[in-house]
C-alpha cells in the first residue's frame, strides 16, 4: 500500500515590518525642543563627576541604580581615585567596599578596574572620543558611550534611558519596543539647533513631569502640543518666555 504523501507547506511570506512613526509635525517637534531650551536653556546630567574618567565610571556603576544613589557612593570614591591609575591601585576590593550601596556592586567594582586597565593600556589612559572604542571598554554599552560622548566631548548623541523610553512611547513622539528603536526615531526628527542638550531635556522631562506613576501634566511646558492618551491638561506650565519670539 502506497503511503500519502507529505503536503509541503508553503513558505511563510515575511511579516512586514511596522515603521515607527513620530505623530508630530516637523514644526510641532520643533516646538516642543523650543520650550524644552527656554525652560532649562543648560541642562545638565545629574551623576557628580570630575572629568571623563570619573563620569565614565558614574556611568556605568549607574546601570539598575538612581543617580542620587551613585552620587552618594562616589564622592569618597573619586576623592581618591579620579584617574584609571588611581583606580587602579585602589583595587577591586577597596572599590567595591566604596560602592556596596549600589545594586550589583561586586559586579560593577570588577568593571571599573577591569576598564581602568584597558583606559591604561590601549587608549594612554584616556577616555577615547568614539562610540566605537567607548563600547568596547568592560560594563560600557551604547547608552553609556553616548552619555560620555555627550557630557564630556559635547558630541550630539541620544542616551535612551528609561525615562526617554517612556516618554518616547506615551506622547508618541518617538514609539518603539527597544532603546534603540527610540533612539534612531529621535536621532532623525530632532532639529540640529537642539541635539546638543536633548537627552537631558527628555530625561529631565520625564524624571520631574512626565513622571513613571503619573504624568503632571499641569506642570507641563508642552501639554497643549502633547497627544498622549493620558493627558490631564490641554495648557503649558505658565512660562511668560515660553511664547515664541516676534
Not at 516637523?26 to 531650551?37: G, Y
Not at 563600547?135 to 542616551?159: D, E
Request: proline share 7%.
Amino acid at each position: 500500500m502506497e503511503k500519502p504523501k507529505k503536503k509541503i507547506a508553503a513558505p511563510r511570506k515575511p511579516a512586514r515590518s511596522r515603521k515607527r512613526k513620530t505623530v508630530y509635525s516637523p514644526e510641532e517637534i520643533h516646538e516642543i525642543f523650543r520650550r524644552f531650551s527656554v525652560q532649562r536653556p543648560e541642562p545638565k546630567g545629574e551623576l557628580e563627576h570630575v572629568n571623563a574618567f570619573t563620569l565614565l565610571v558614574a556611568v556605568v556603576l549607574s546601570a539598575q541604580a538612581t543617580d542620587a544613589g551613585v552620587n552618594k557612593a562616589t564622592r569618597d570614591l573619586f576623592k581618591v581615585a579620579d584617574t584609571p591609575e588611581k583606580m587602579l591601585a585602589l583595587g577591586e576590593q577597596k572599590v567595591g567596599e566604596h560602592i556596596r550601596t549600589i545594586g550589583l556592586w561586586r559586579n560593577k567594582a570588577k568593571n571599573v578596574i577591569a576598564l581602568s586597565e584597558a583606559l591604561i593600556r590601549d587608549h594612554g589612559s584616556q577616555v577615547p572620543d568614539s562610540r566605537e572604542a567607548l563600547v568596547t571598554l568592560p560594563g560600557v554599552g551604547r547608552k553609556t558611550a553616548n552619555v560620555v560622548l555627550n557630557m564630556s566631548f559635547g558630541q550630539p548623541t541620544m542616551a535612551v534611558d528609561t525615562h526617554i523610553l517612556r516618554i518616547g512611547n506615551r506622547i508618541g513622539l518617538a514609539p518603539g519596543k527597544t532603546p534603540e528603536q527610540v533612539e534612531d526615531t529621535l536621532v532623525k526628527i530632532i532639529p540640529a539647533e537642539f541635539m546638543r542638550h536633548a537627552h537631558h531635556w527628555l530625561i529631565l522631562h520625564g524624571r520631574y513631569v512626565c513622571k513613571a506613576r503619573k504624568p503632571d501634566c499641569p506642570a507641563c511646558v508642552i501639554a497643549d502640543i502633547c497627544k498622549s492618551a493620558e493627558k490631564t491638561s490641554e495648557m503649558p506650565a505658565p512660562l511668560m518666555e515660553l511664547a515664541p519670539q516676534a
